[in-house]
Structure formats: structure tokens, C-alpha cells
């Protein structure tokens, strides 16, 4: 159990379009998704947590009008990546959190992950 | 302000040996410790998770240590294999948060 799917794996495209990557739990709710971005050999840097309803939580840095989050059901979380440019090239990983109780879980179940570059 | 220290370097060990990784930290009590494993490309995967009033837990071959007073955290994977050949990355929480800050992660690396 705890499948975190994410689509695209991979993806290339043209400076000043917009990327989307969508994050799934498959076989939990989840109504706390996180959207980390990560660079090679570099920790994992939480960019945003995503609560399903409600408007997202930006780490401080990140630019929430440069980088959309929707989270319009409880397995379905989306990050939007606008206008891309090549320094926004990096892999982007979701995560989902189970809830047990009404209360969030520690454990995070991360999907496979999306490399983005930006020509 | 709060720091992890995971060693930068990787770790060489030969198969069947014991491999040990080490997760310090400064300037936070942490209530959990986890420790996931992420493969080139890859999403983290959840491994283990101890909290602060626990001093050891197992799961297979793995096994966590978790020092409070000396604010360390230890991971040994006995009986090493080479598909144990991954970057682990320990994760640490405080009370009544679900968002844990992540290391920076230790490269192991097991020889046949």
C-alpha cells in the first residue's frame, strides 16, 4: 500500500512555457501533499506543502506565483511550473501523508519523481 | 540555527559486511527520526522511524539507533548486499509536526 504516482517522469521543453506535474496517492487519501525540489548530490528542498481545499503553503524563497499548486481532491495534488526557465531545470519529487484519526502521519510516501530540463 | 550532518562521502564496504551510517545533528531536540532510501532518479522510500524515547528499533536487516544525548543517530544494514548500493537520508521531526527536515544523505556503496 501508500503508491505516490507522478506524471510526467521526465520532461523537456522550451524556455517560457509552463510545465505541469501531477501528484497521485493511489491507494490512500491524502490531504497533505509536499512538493520538494531537489539538485544533484543536495538534500531535499520542501518548496510547498499542499492541503486539499485549501490554498498551499510556500516555503519562504518560493515564488508561489512562479510555481501553482492545486490540490482539487484527496489523491490528486498538481504543481505547475510557469514561464520555465533553465535555472528552474531540477527534479521535482511529491510526497503524500496518510491520516490516522484526523490527525497527519509522519511518514511520507514520496512519488518517483519528475526531472524537468529547460532549454 | 538547525543542522543535520550526514557524511558527504561515500561509503565503500564489501558484501557481507556491516555497513553504518551516521545521522548528527545541532540545534534541534527532535520527537522522530527517520531514515529513507533513495535510488538515482528516484523518489525517497520510507525505511524506518524511531521517536526520542526509544533507543533501538529493527526491521529485517536494518537496524536504528537514536542517541539524544549525543545527538546522533545510528543505521546499520547488516549482511550488506550490493542492491543495498544507495544514497539513505535520515529525516528528523519535531512533536506534533508531520514535516520533517531531510539530510543531505550518505552514498553507500556495496562491493560483490
Known amino acids: 500500500g501508500a503508491v505516490v504516482s507522478q506524471h510526467p517522469s521526465r520532461v523537456i521543453c522550451k524556455s517560457g512555457t509552463s510545465v505541469k506535474i501531477e501528484c497521485r496517492s493511489l491507494d490512500f487519501q491524502a490531504t497533505t501533499m509536499f512538493w520538494y525540489r531537489q539538485f544533484p548530490k543536495q538534500s531535499l528542498m520542501l518548496m510547498a506543502t499542499?492541503?486539499?481545499?485549501?490554498?498551499?503553503?510556500?516555503e519562504q524563497g518560493v515564488e508561489k506565483d512562479k510555481f501553482l499548486i492545486n490540490h482539487a481532491s484527496l489523491t490528486l495534488s498538481t504543481l505547475t511550473v510557469t514561464s520555465a526557465h533553465p535555472e528552474d531545470s531540477s527534479f521535482y519529487i511529491c510526497?503524500?501523508?496518510?491520516?490516522?484519526?484526523?490527525?497527519?502521519?509522519?511518514?511520507?510516501?514520496f512519488g518517483p519523481g519528475t526531472r524537468l530540463l529547460v532549454l | 540555527s538547525q543542522k543535520i550532518e550526514q557524511n558527504s562521502e561515500a561509503l565503500n564496504i564489501q558484501e557481507g559486511k556491516t555497513a553504518t551510517l551516521t545521522c548528527n545533528y545541532t540545534n534541534y531536540s527532535p520527537a522522530y527520526l527517520q531514515w529513507y532510501r533513495q535510488d538515482p532518479g528516484r523518489g525517497p522510500v520510507f525505511l524506518l522511524l524511531?521517536?526520542?524515547?526509544?533507543k533501538e528499533k529493527r526491521k529485517e536487516r536494518l537496524k536504528v539507533t537514536f542517541d539524544t544525548t549525543l545527538k546522533q543517530s545510528l543505521f546499520h544494514i547488516t549482511a550488506s548486499q550490493p542492491a543495498d548500493s544507495a544514497t539513505y537520508l535520515c529525516a528528523l521531526g519535531s512533536g506534533g509536526s508531520y514535516i520533517p527536515t531531510f539530510g543531505r544523505g550518505t552514498s553507500l556503496i556495496v562491493h560483490p
Open positions: 499542499s492541503n486539499e481545499g485549501s490554498k498551499a503553503t510556500y
Open positions: 510526497s503524500a501523508v496518510g491520516v490516522a484519526g484526523g490527525i497527519p502521519q509522519e511518514t511520507q510516501y
Open positions: 524511531i521517536r526520542e524515547n526509544e
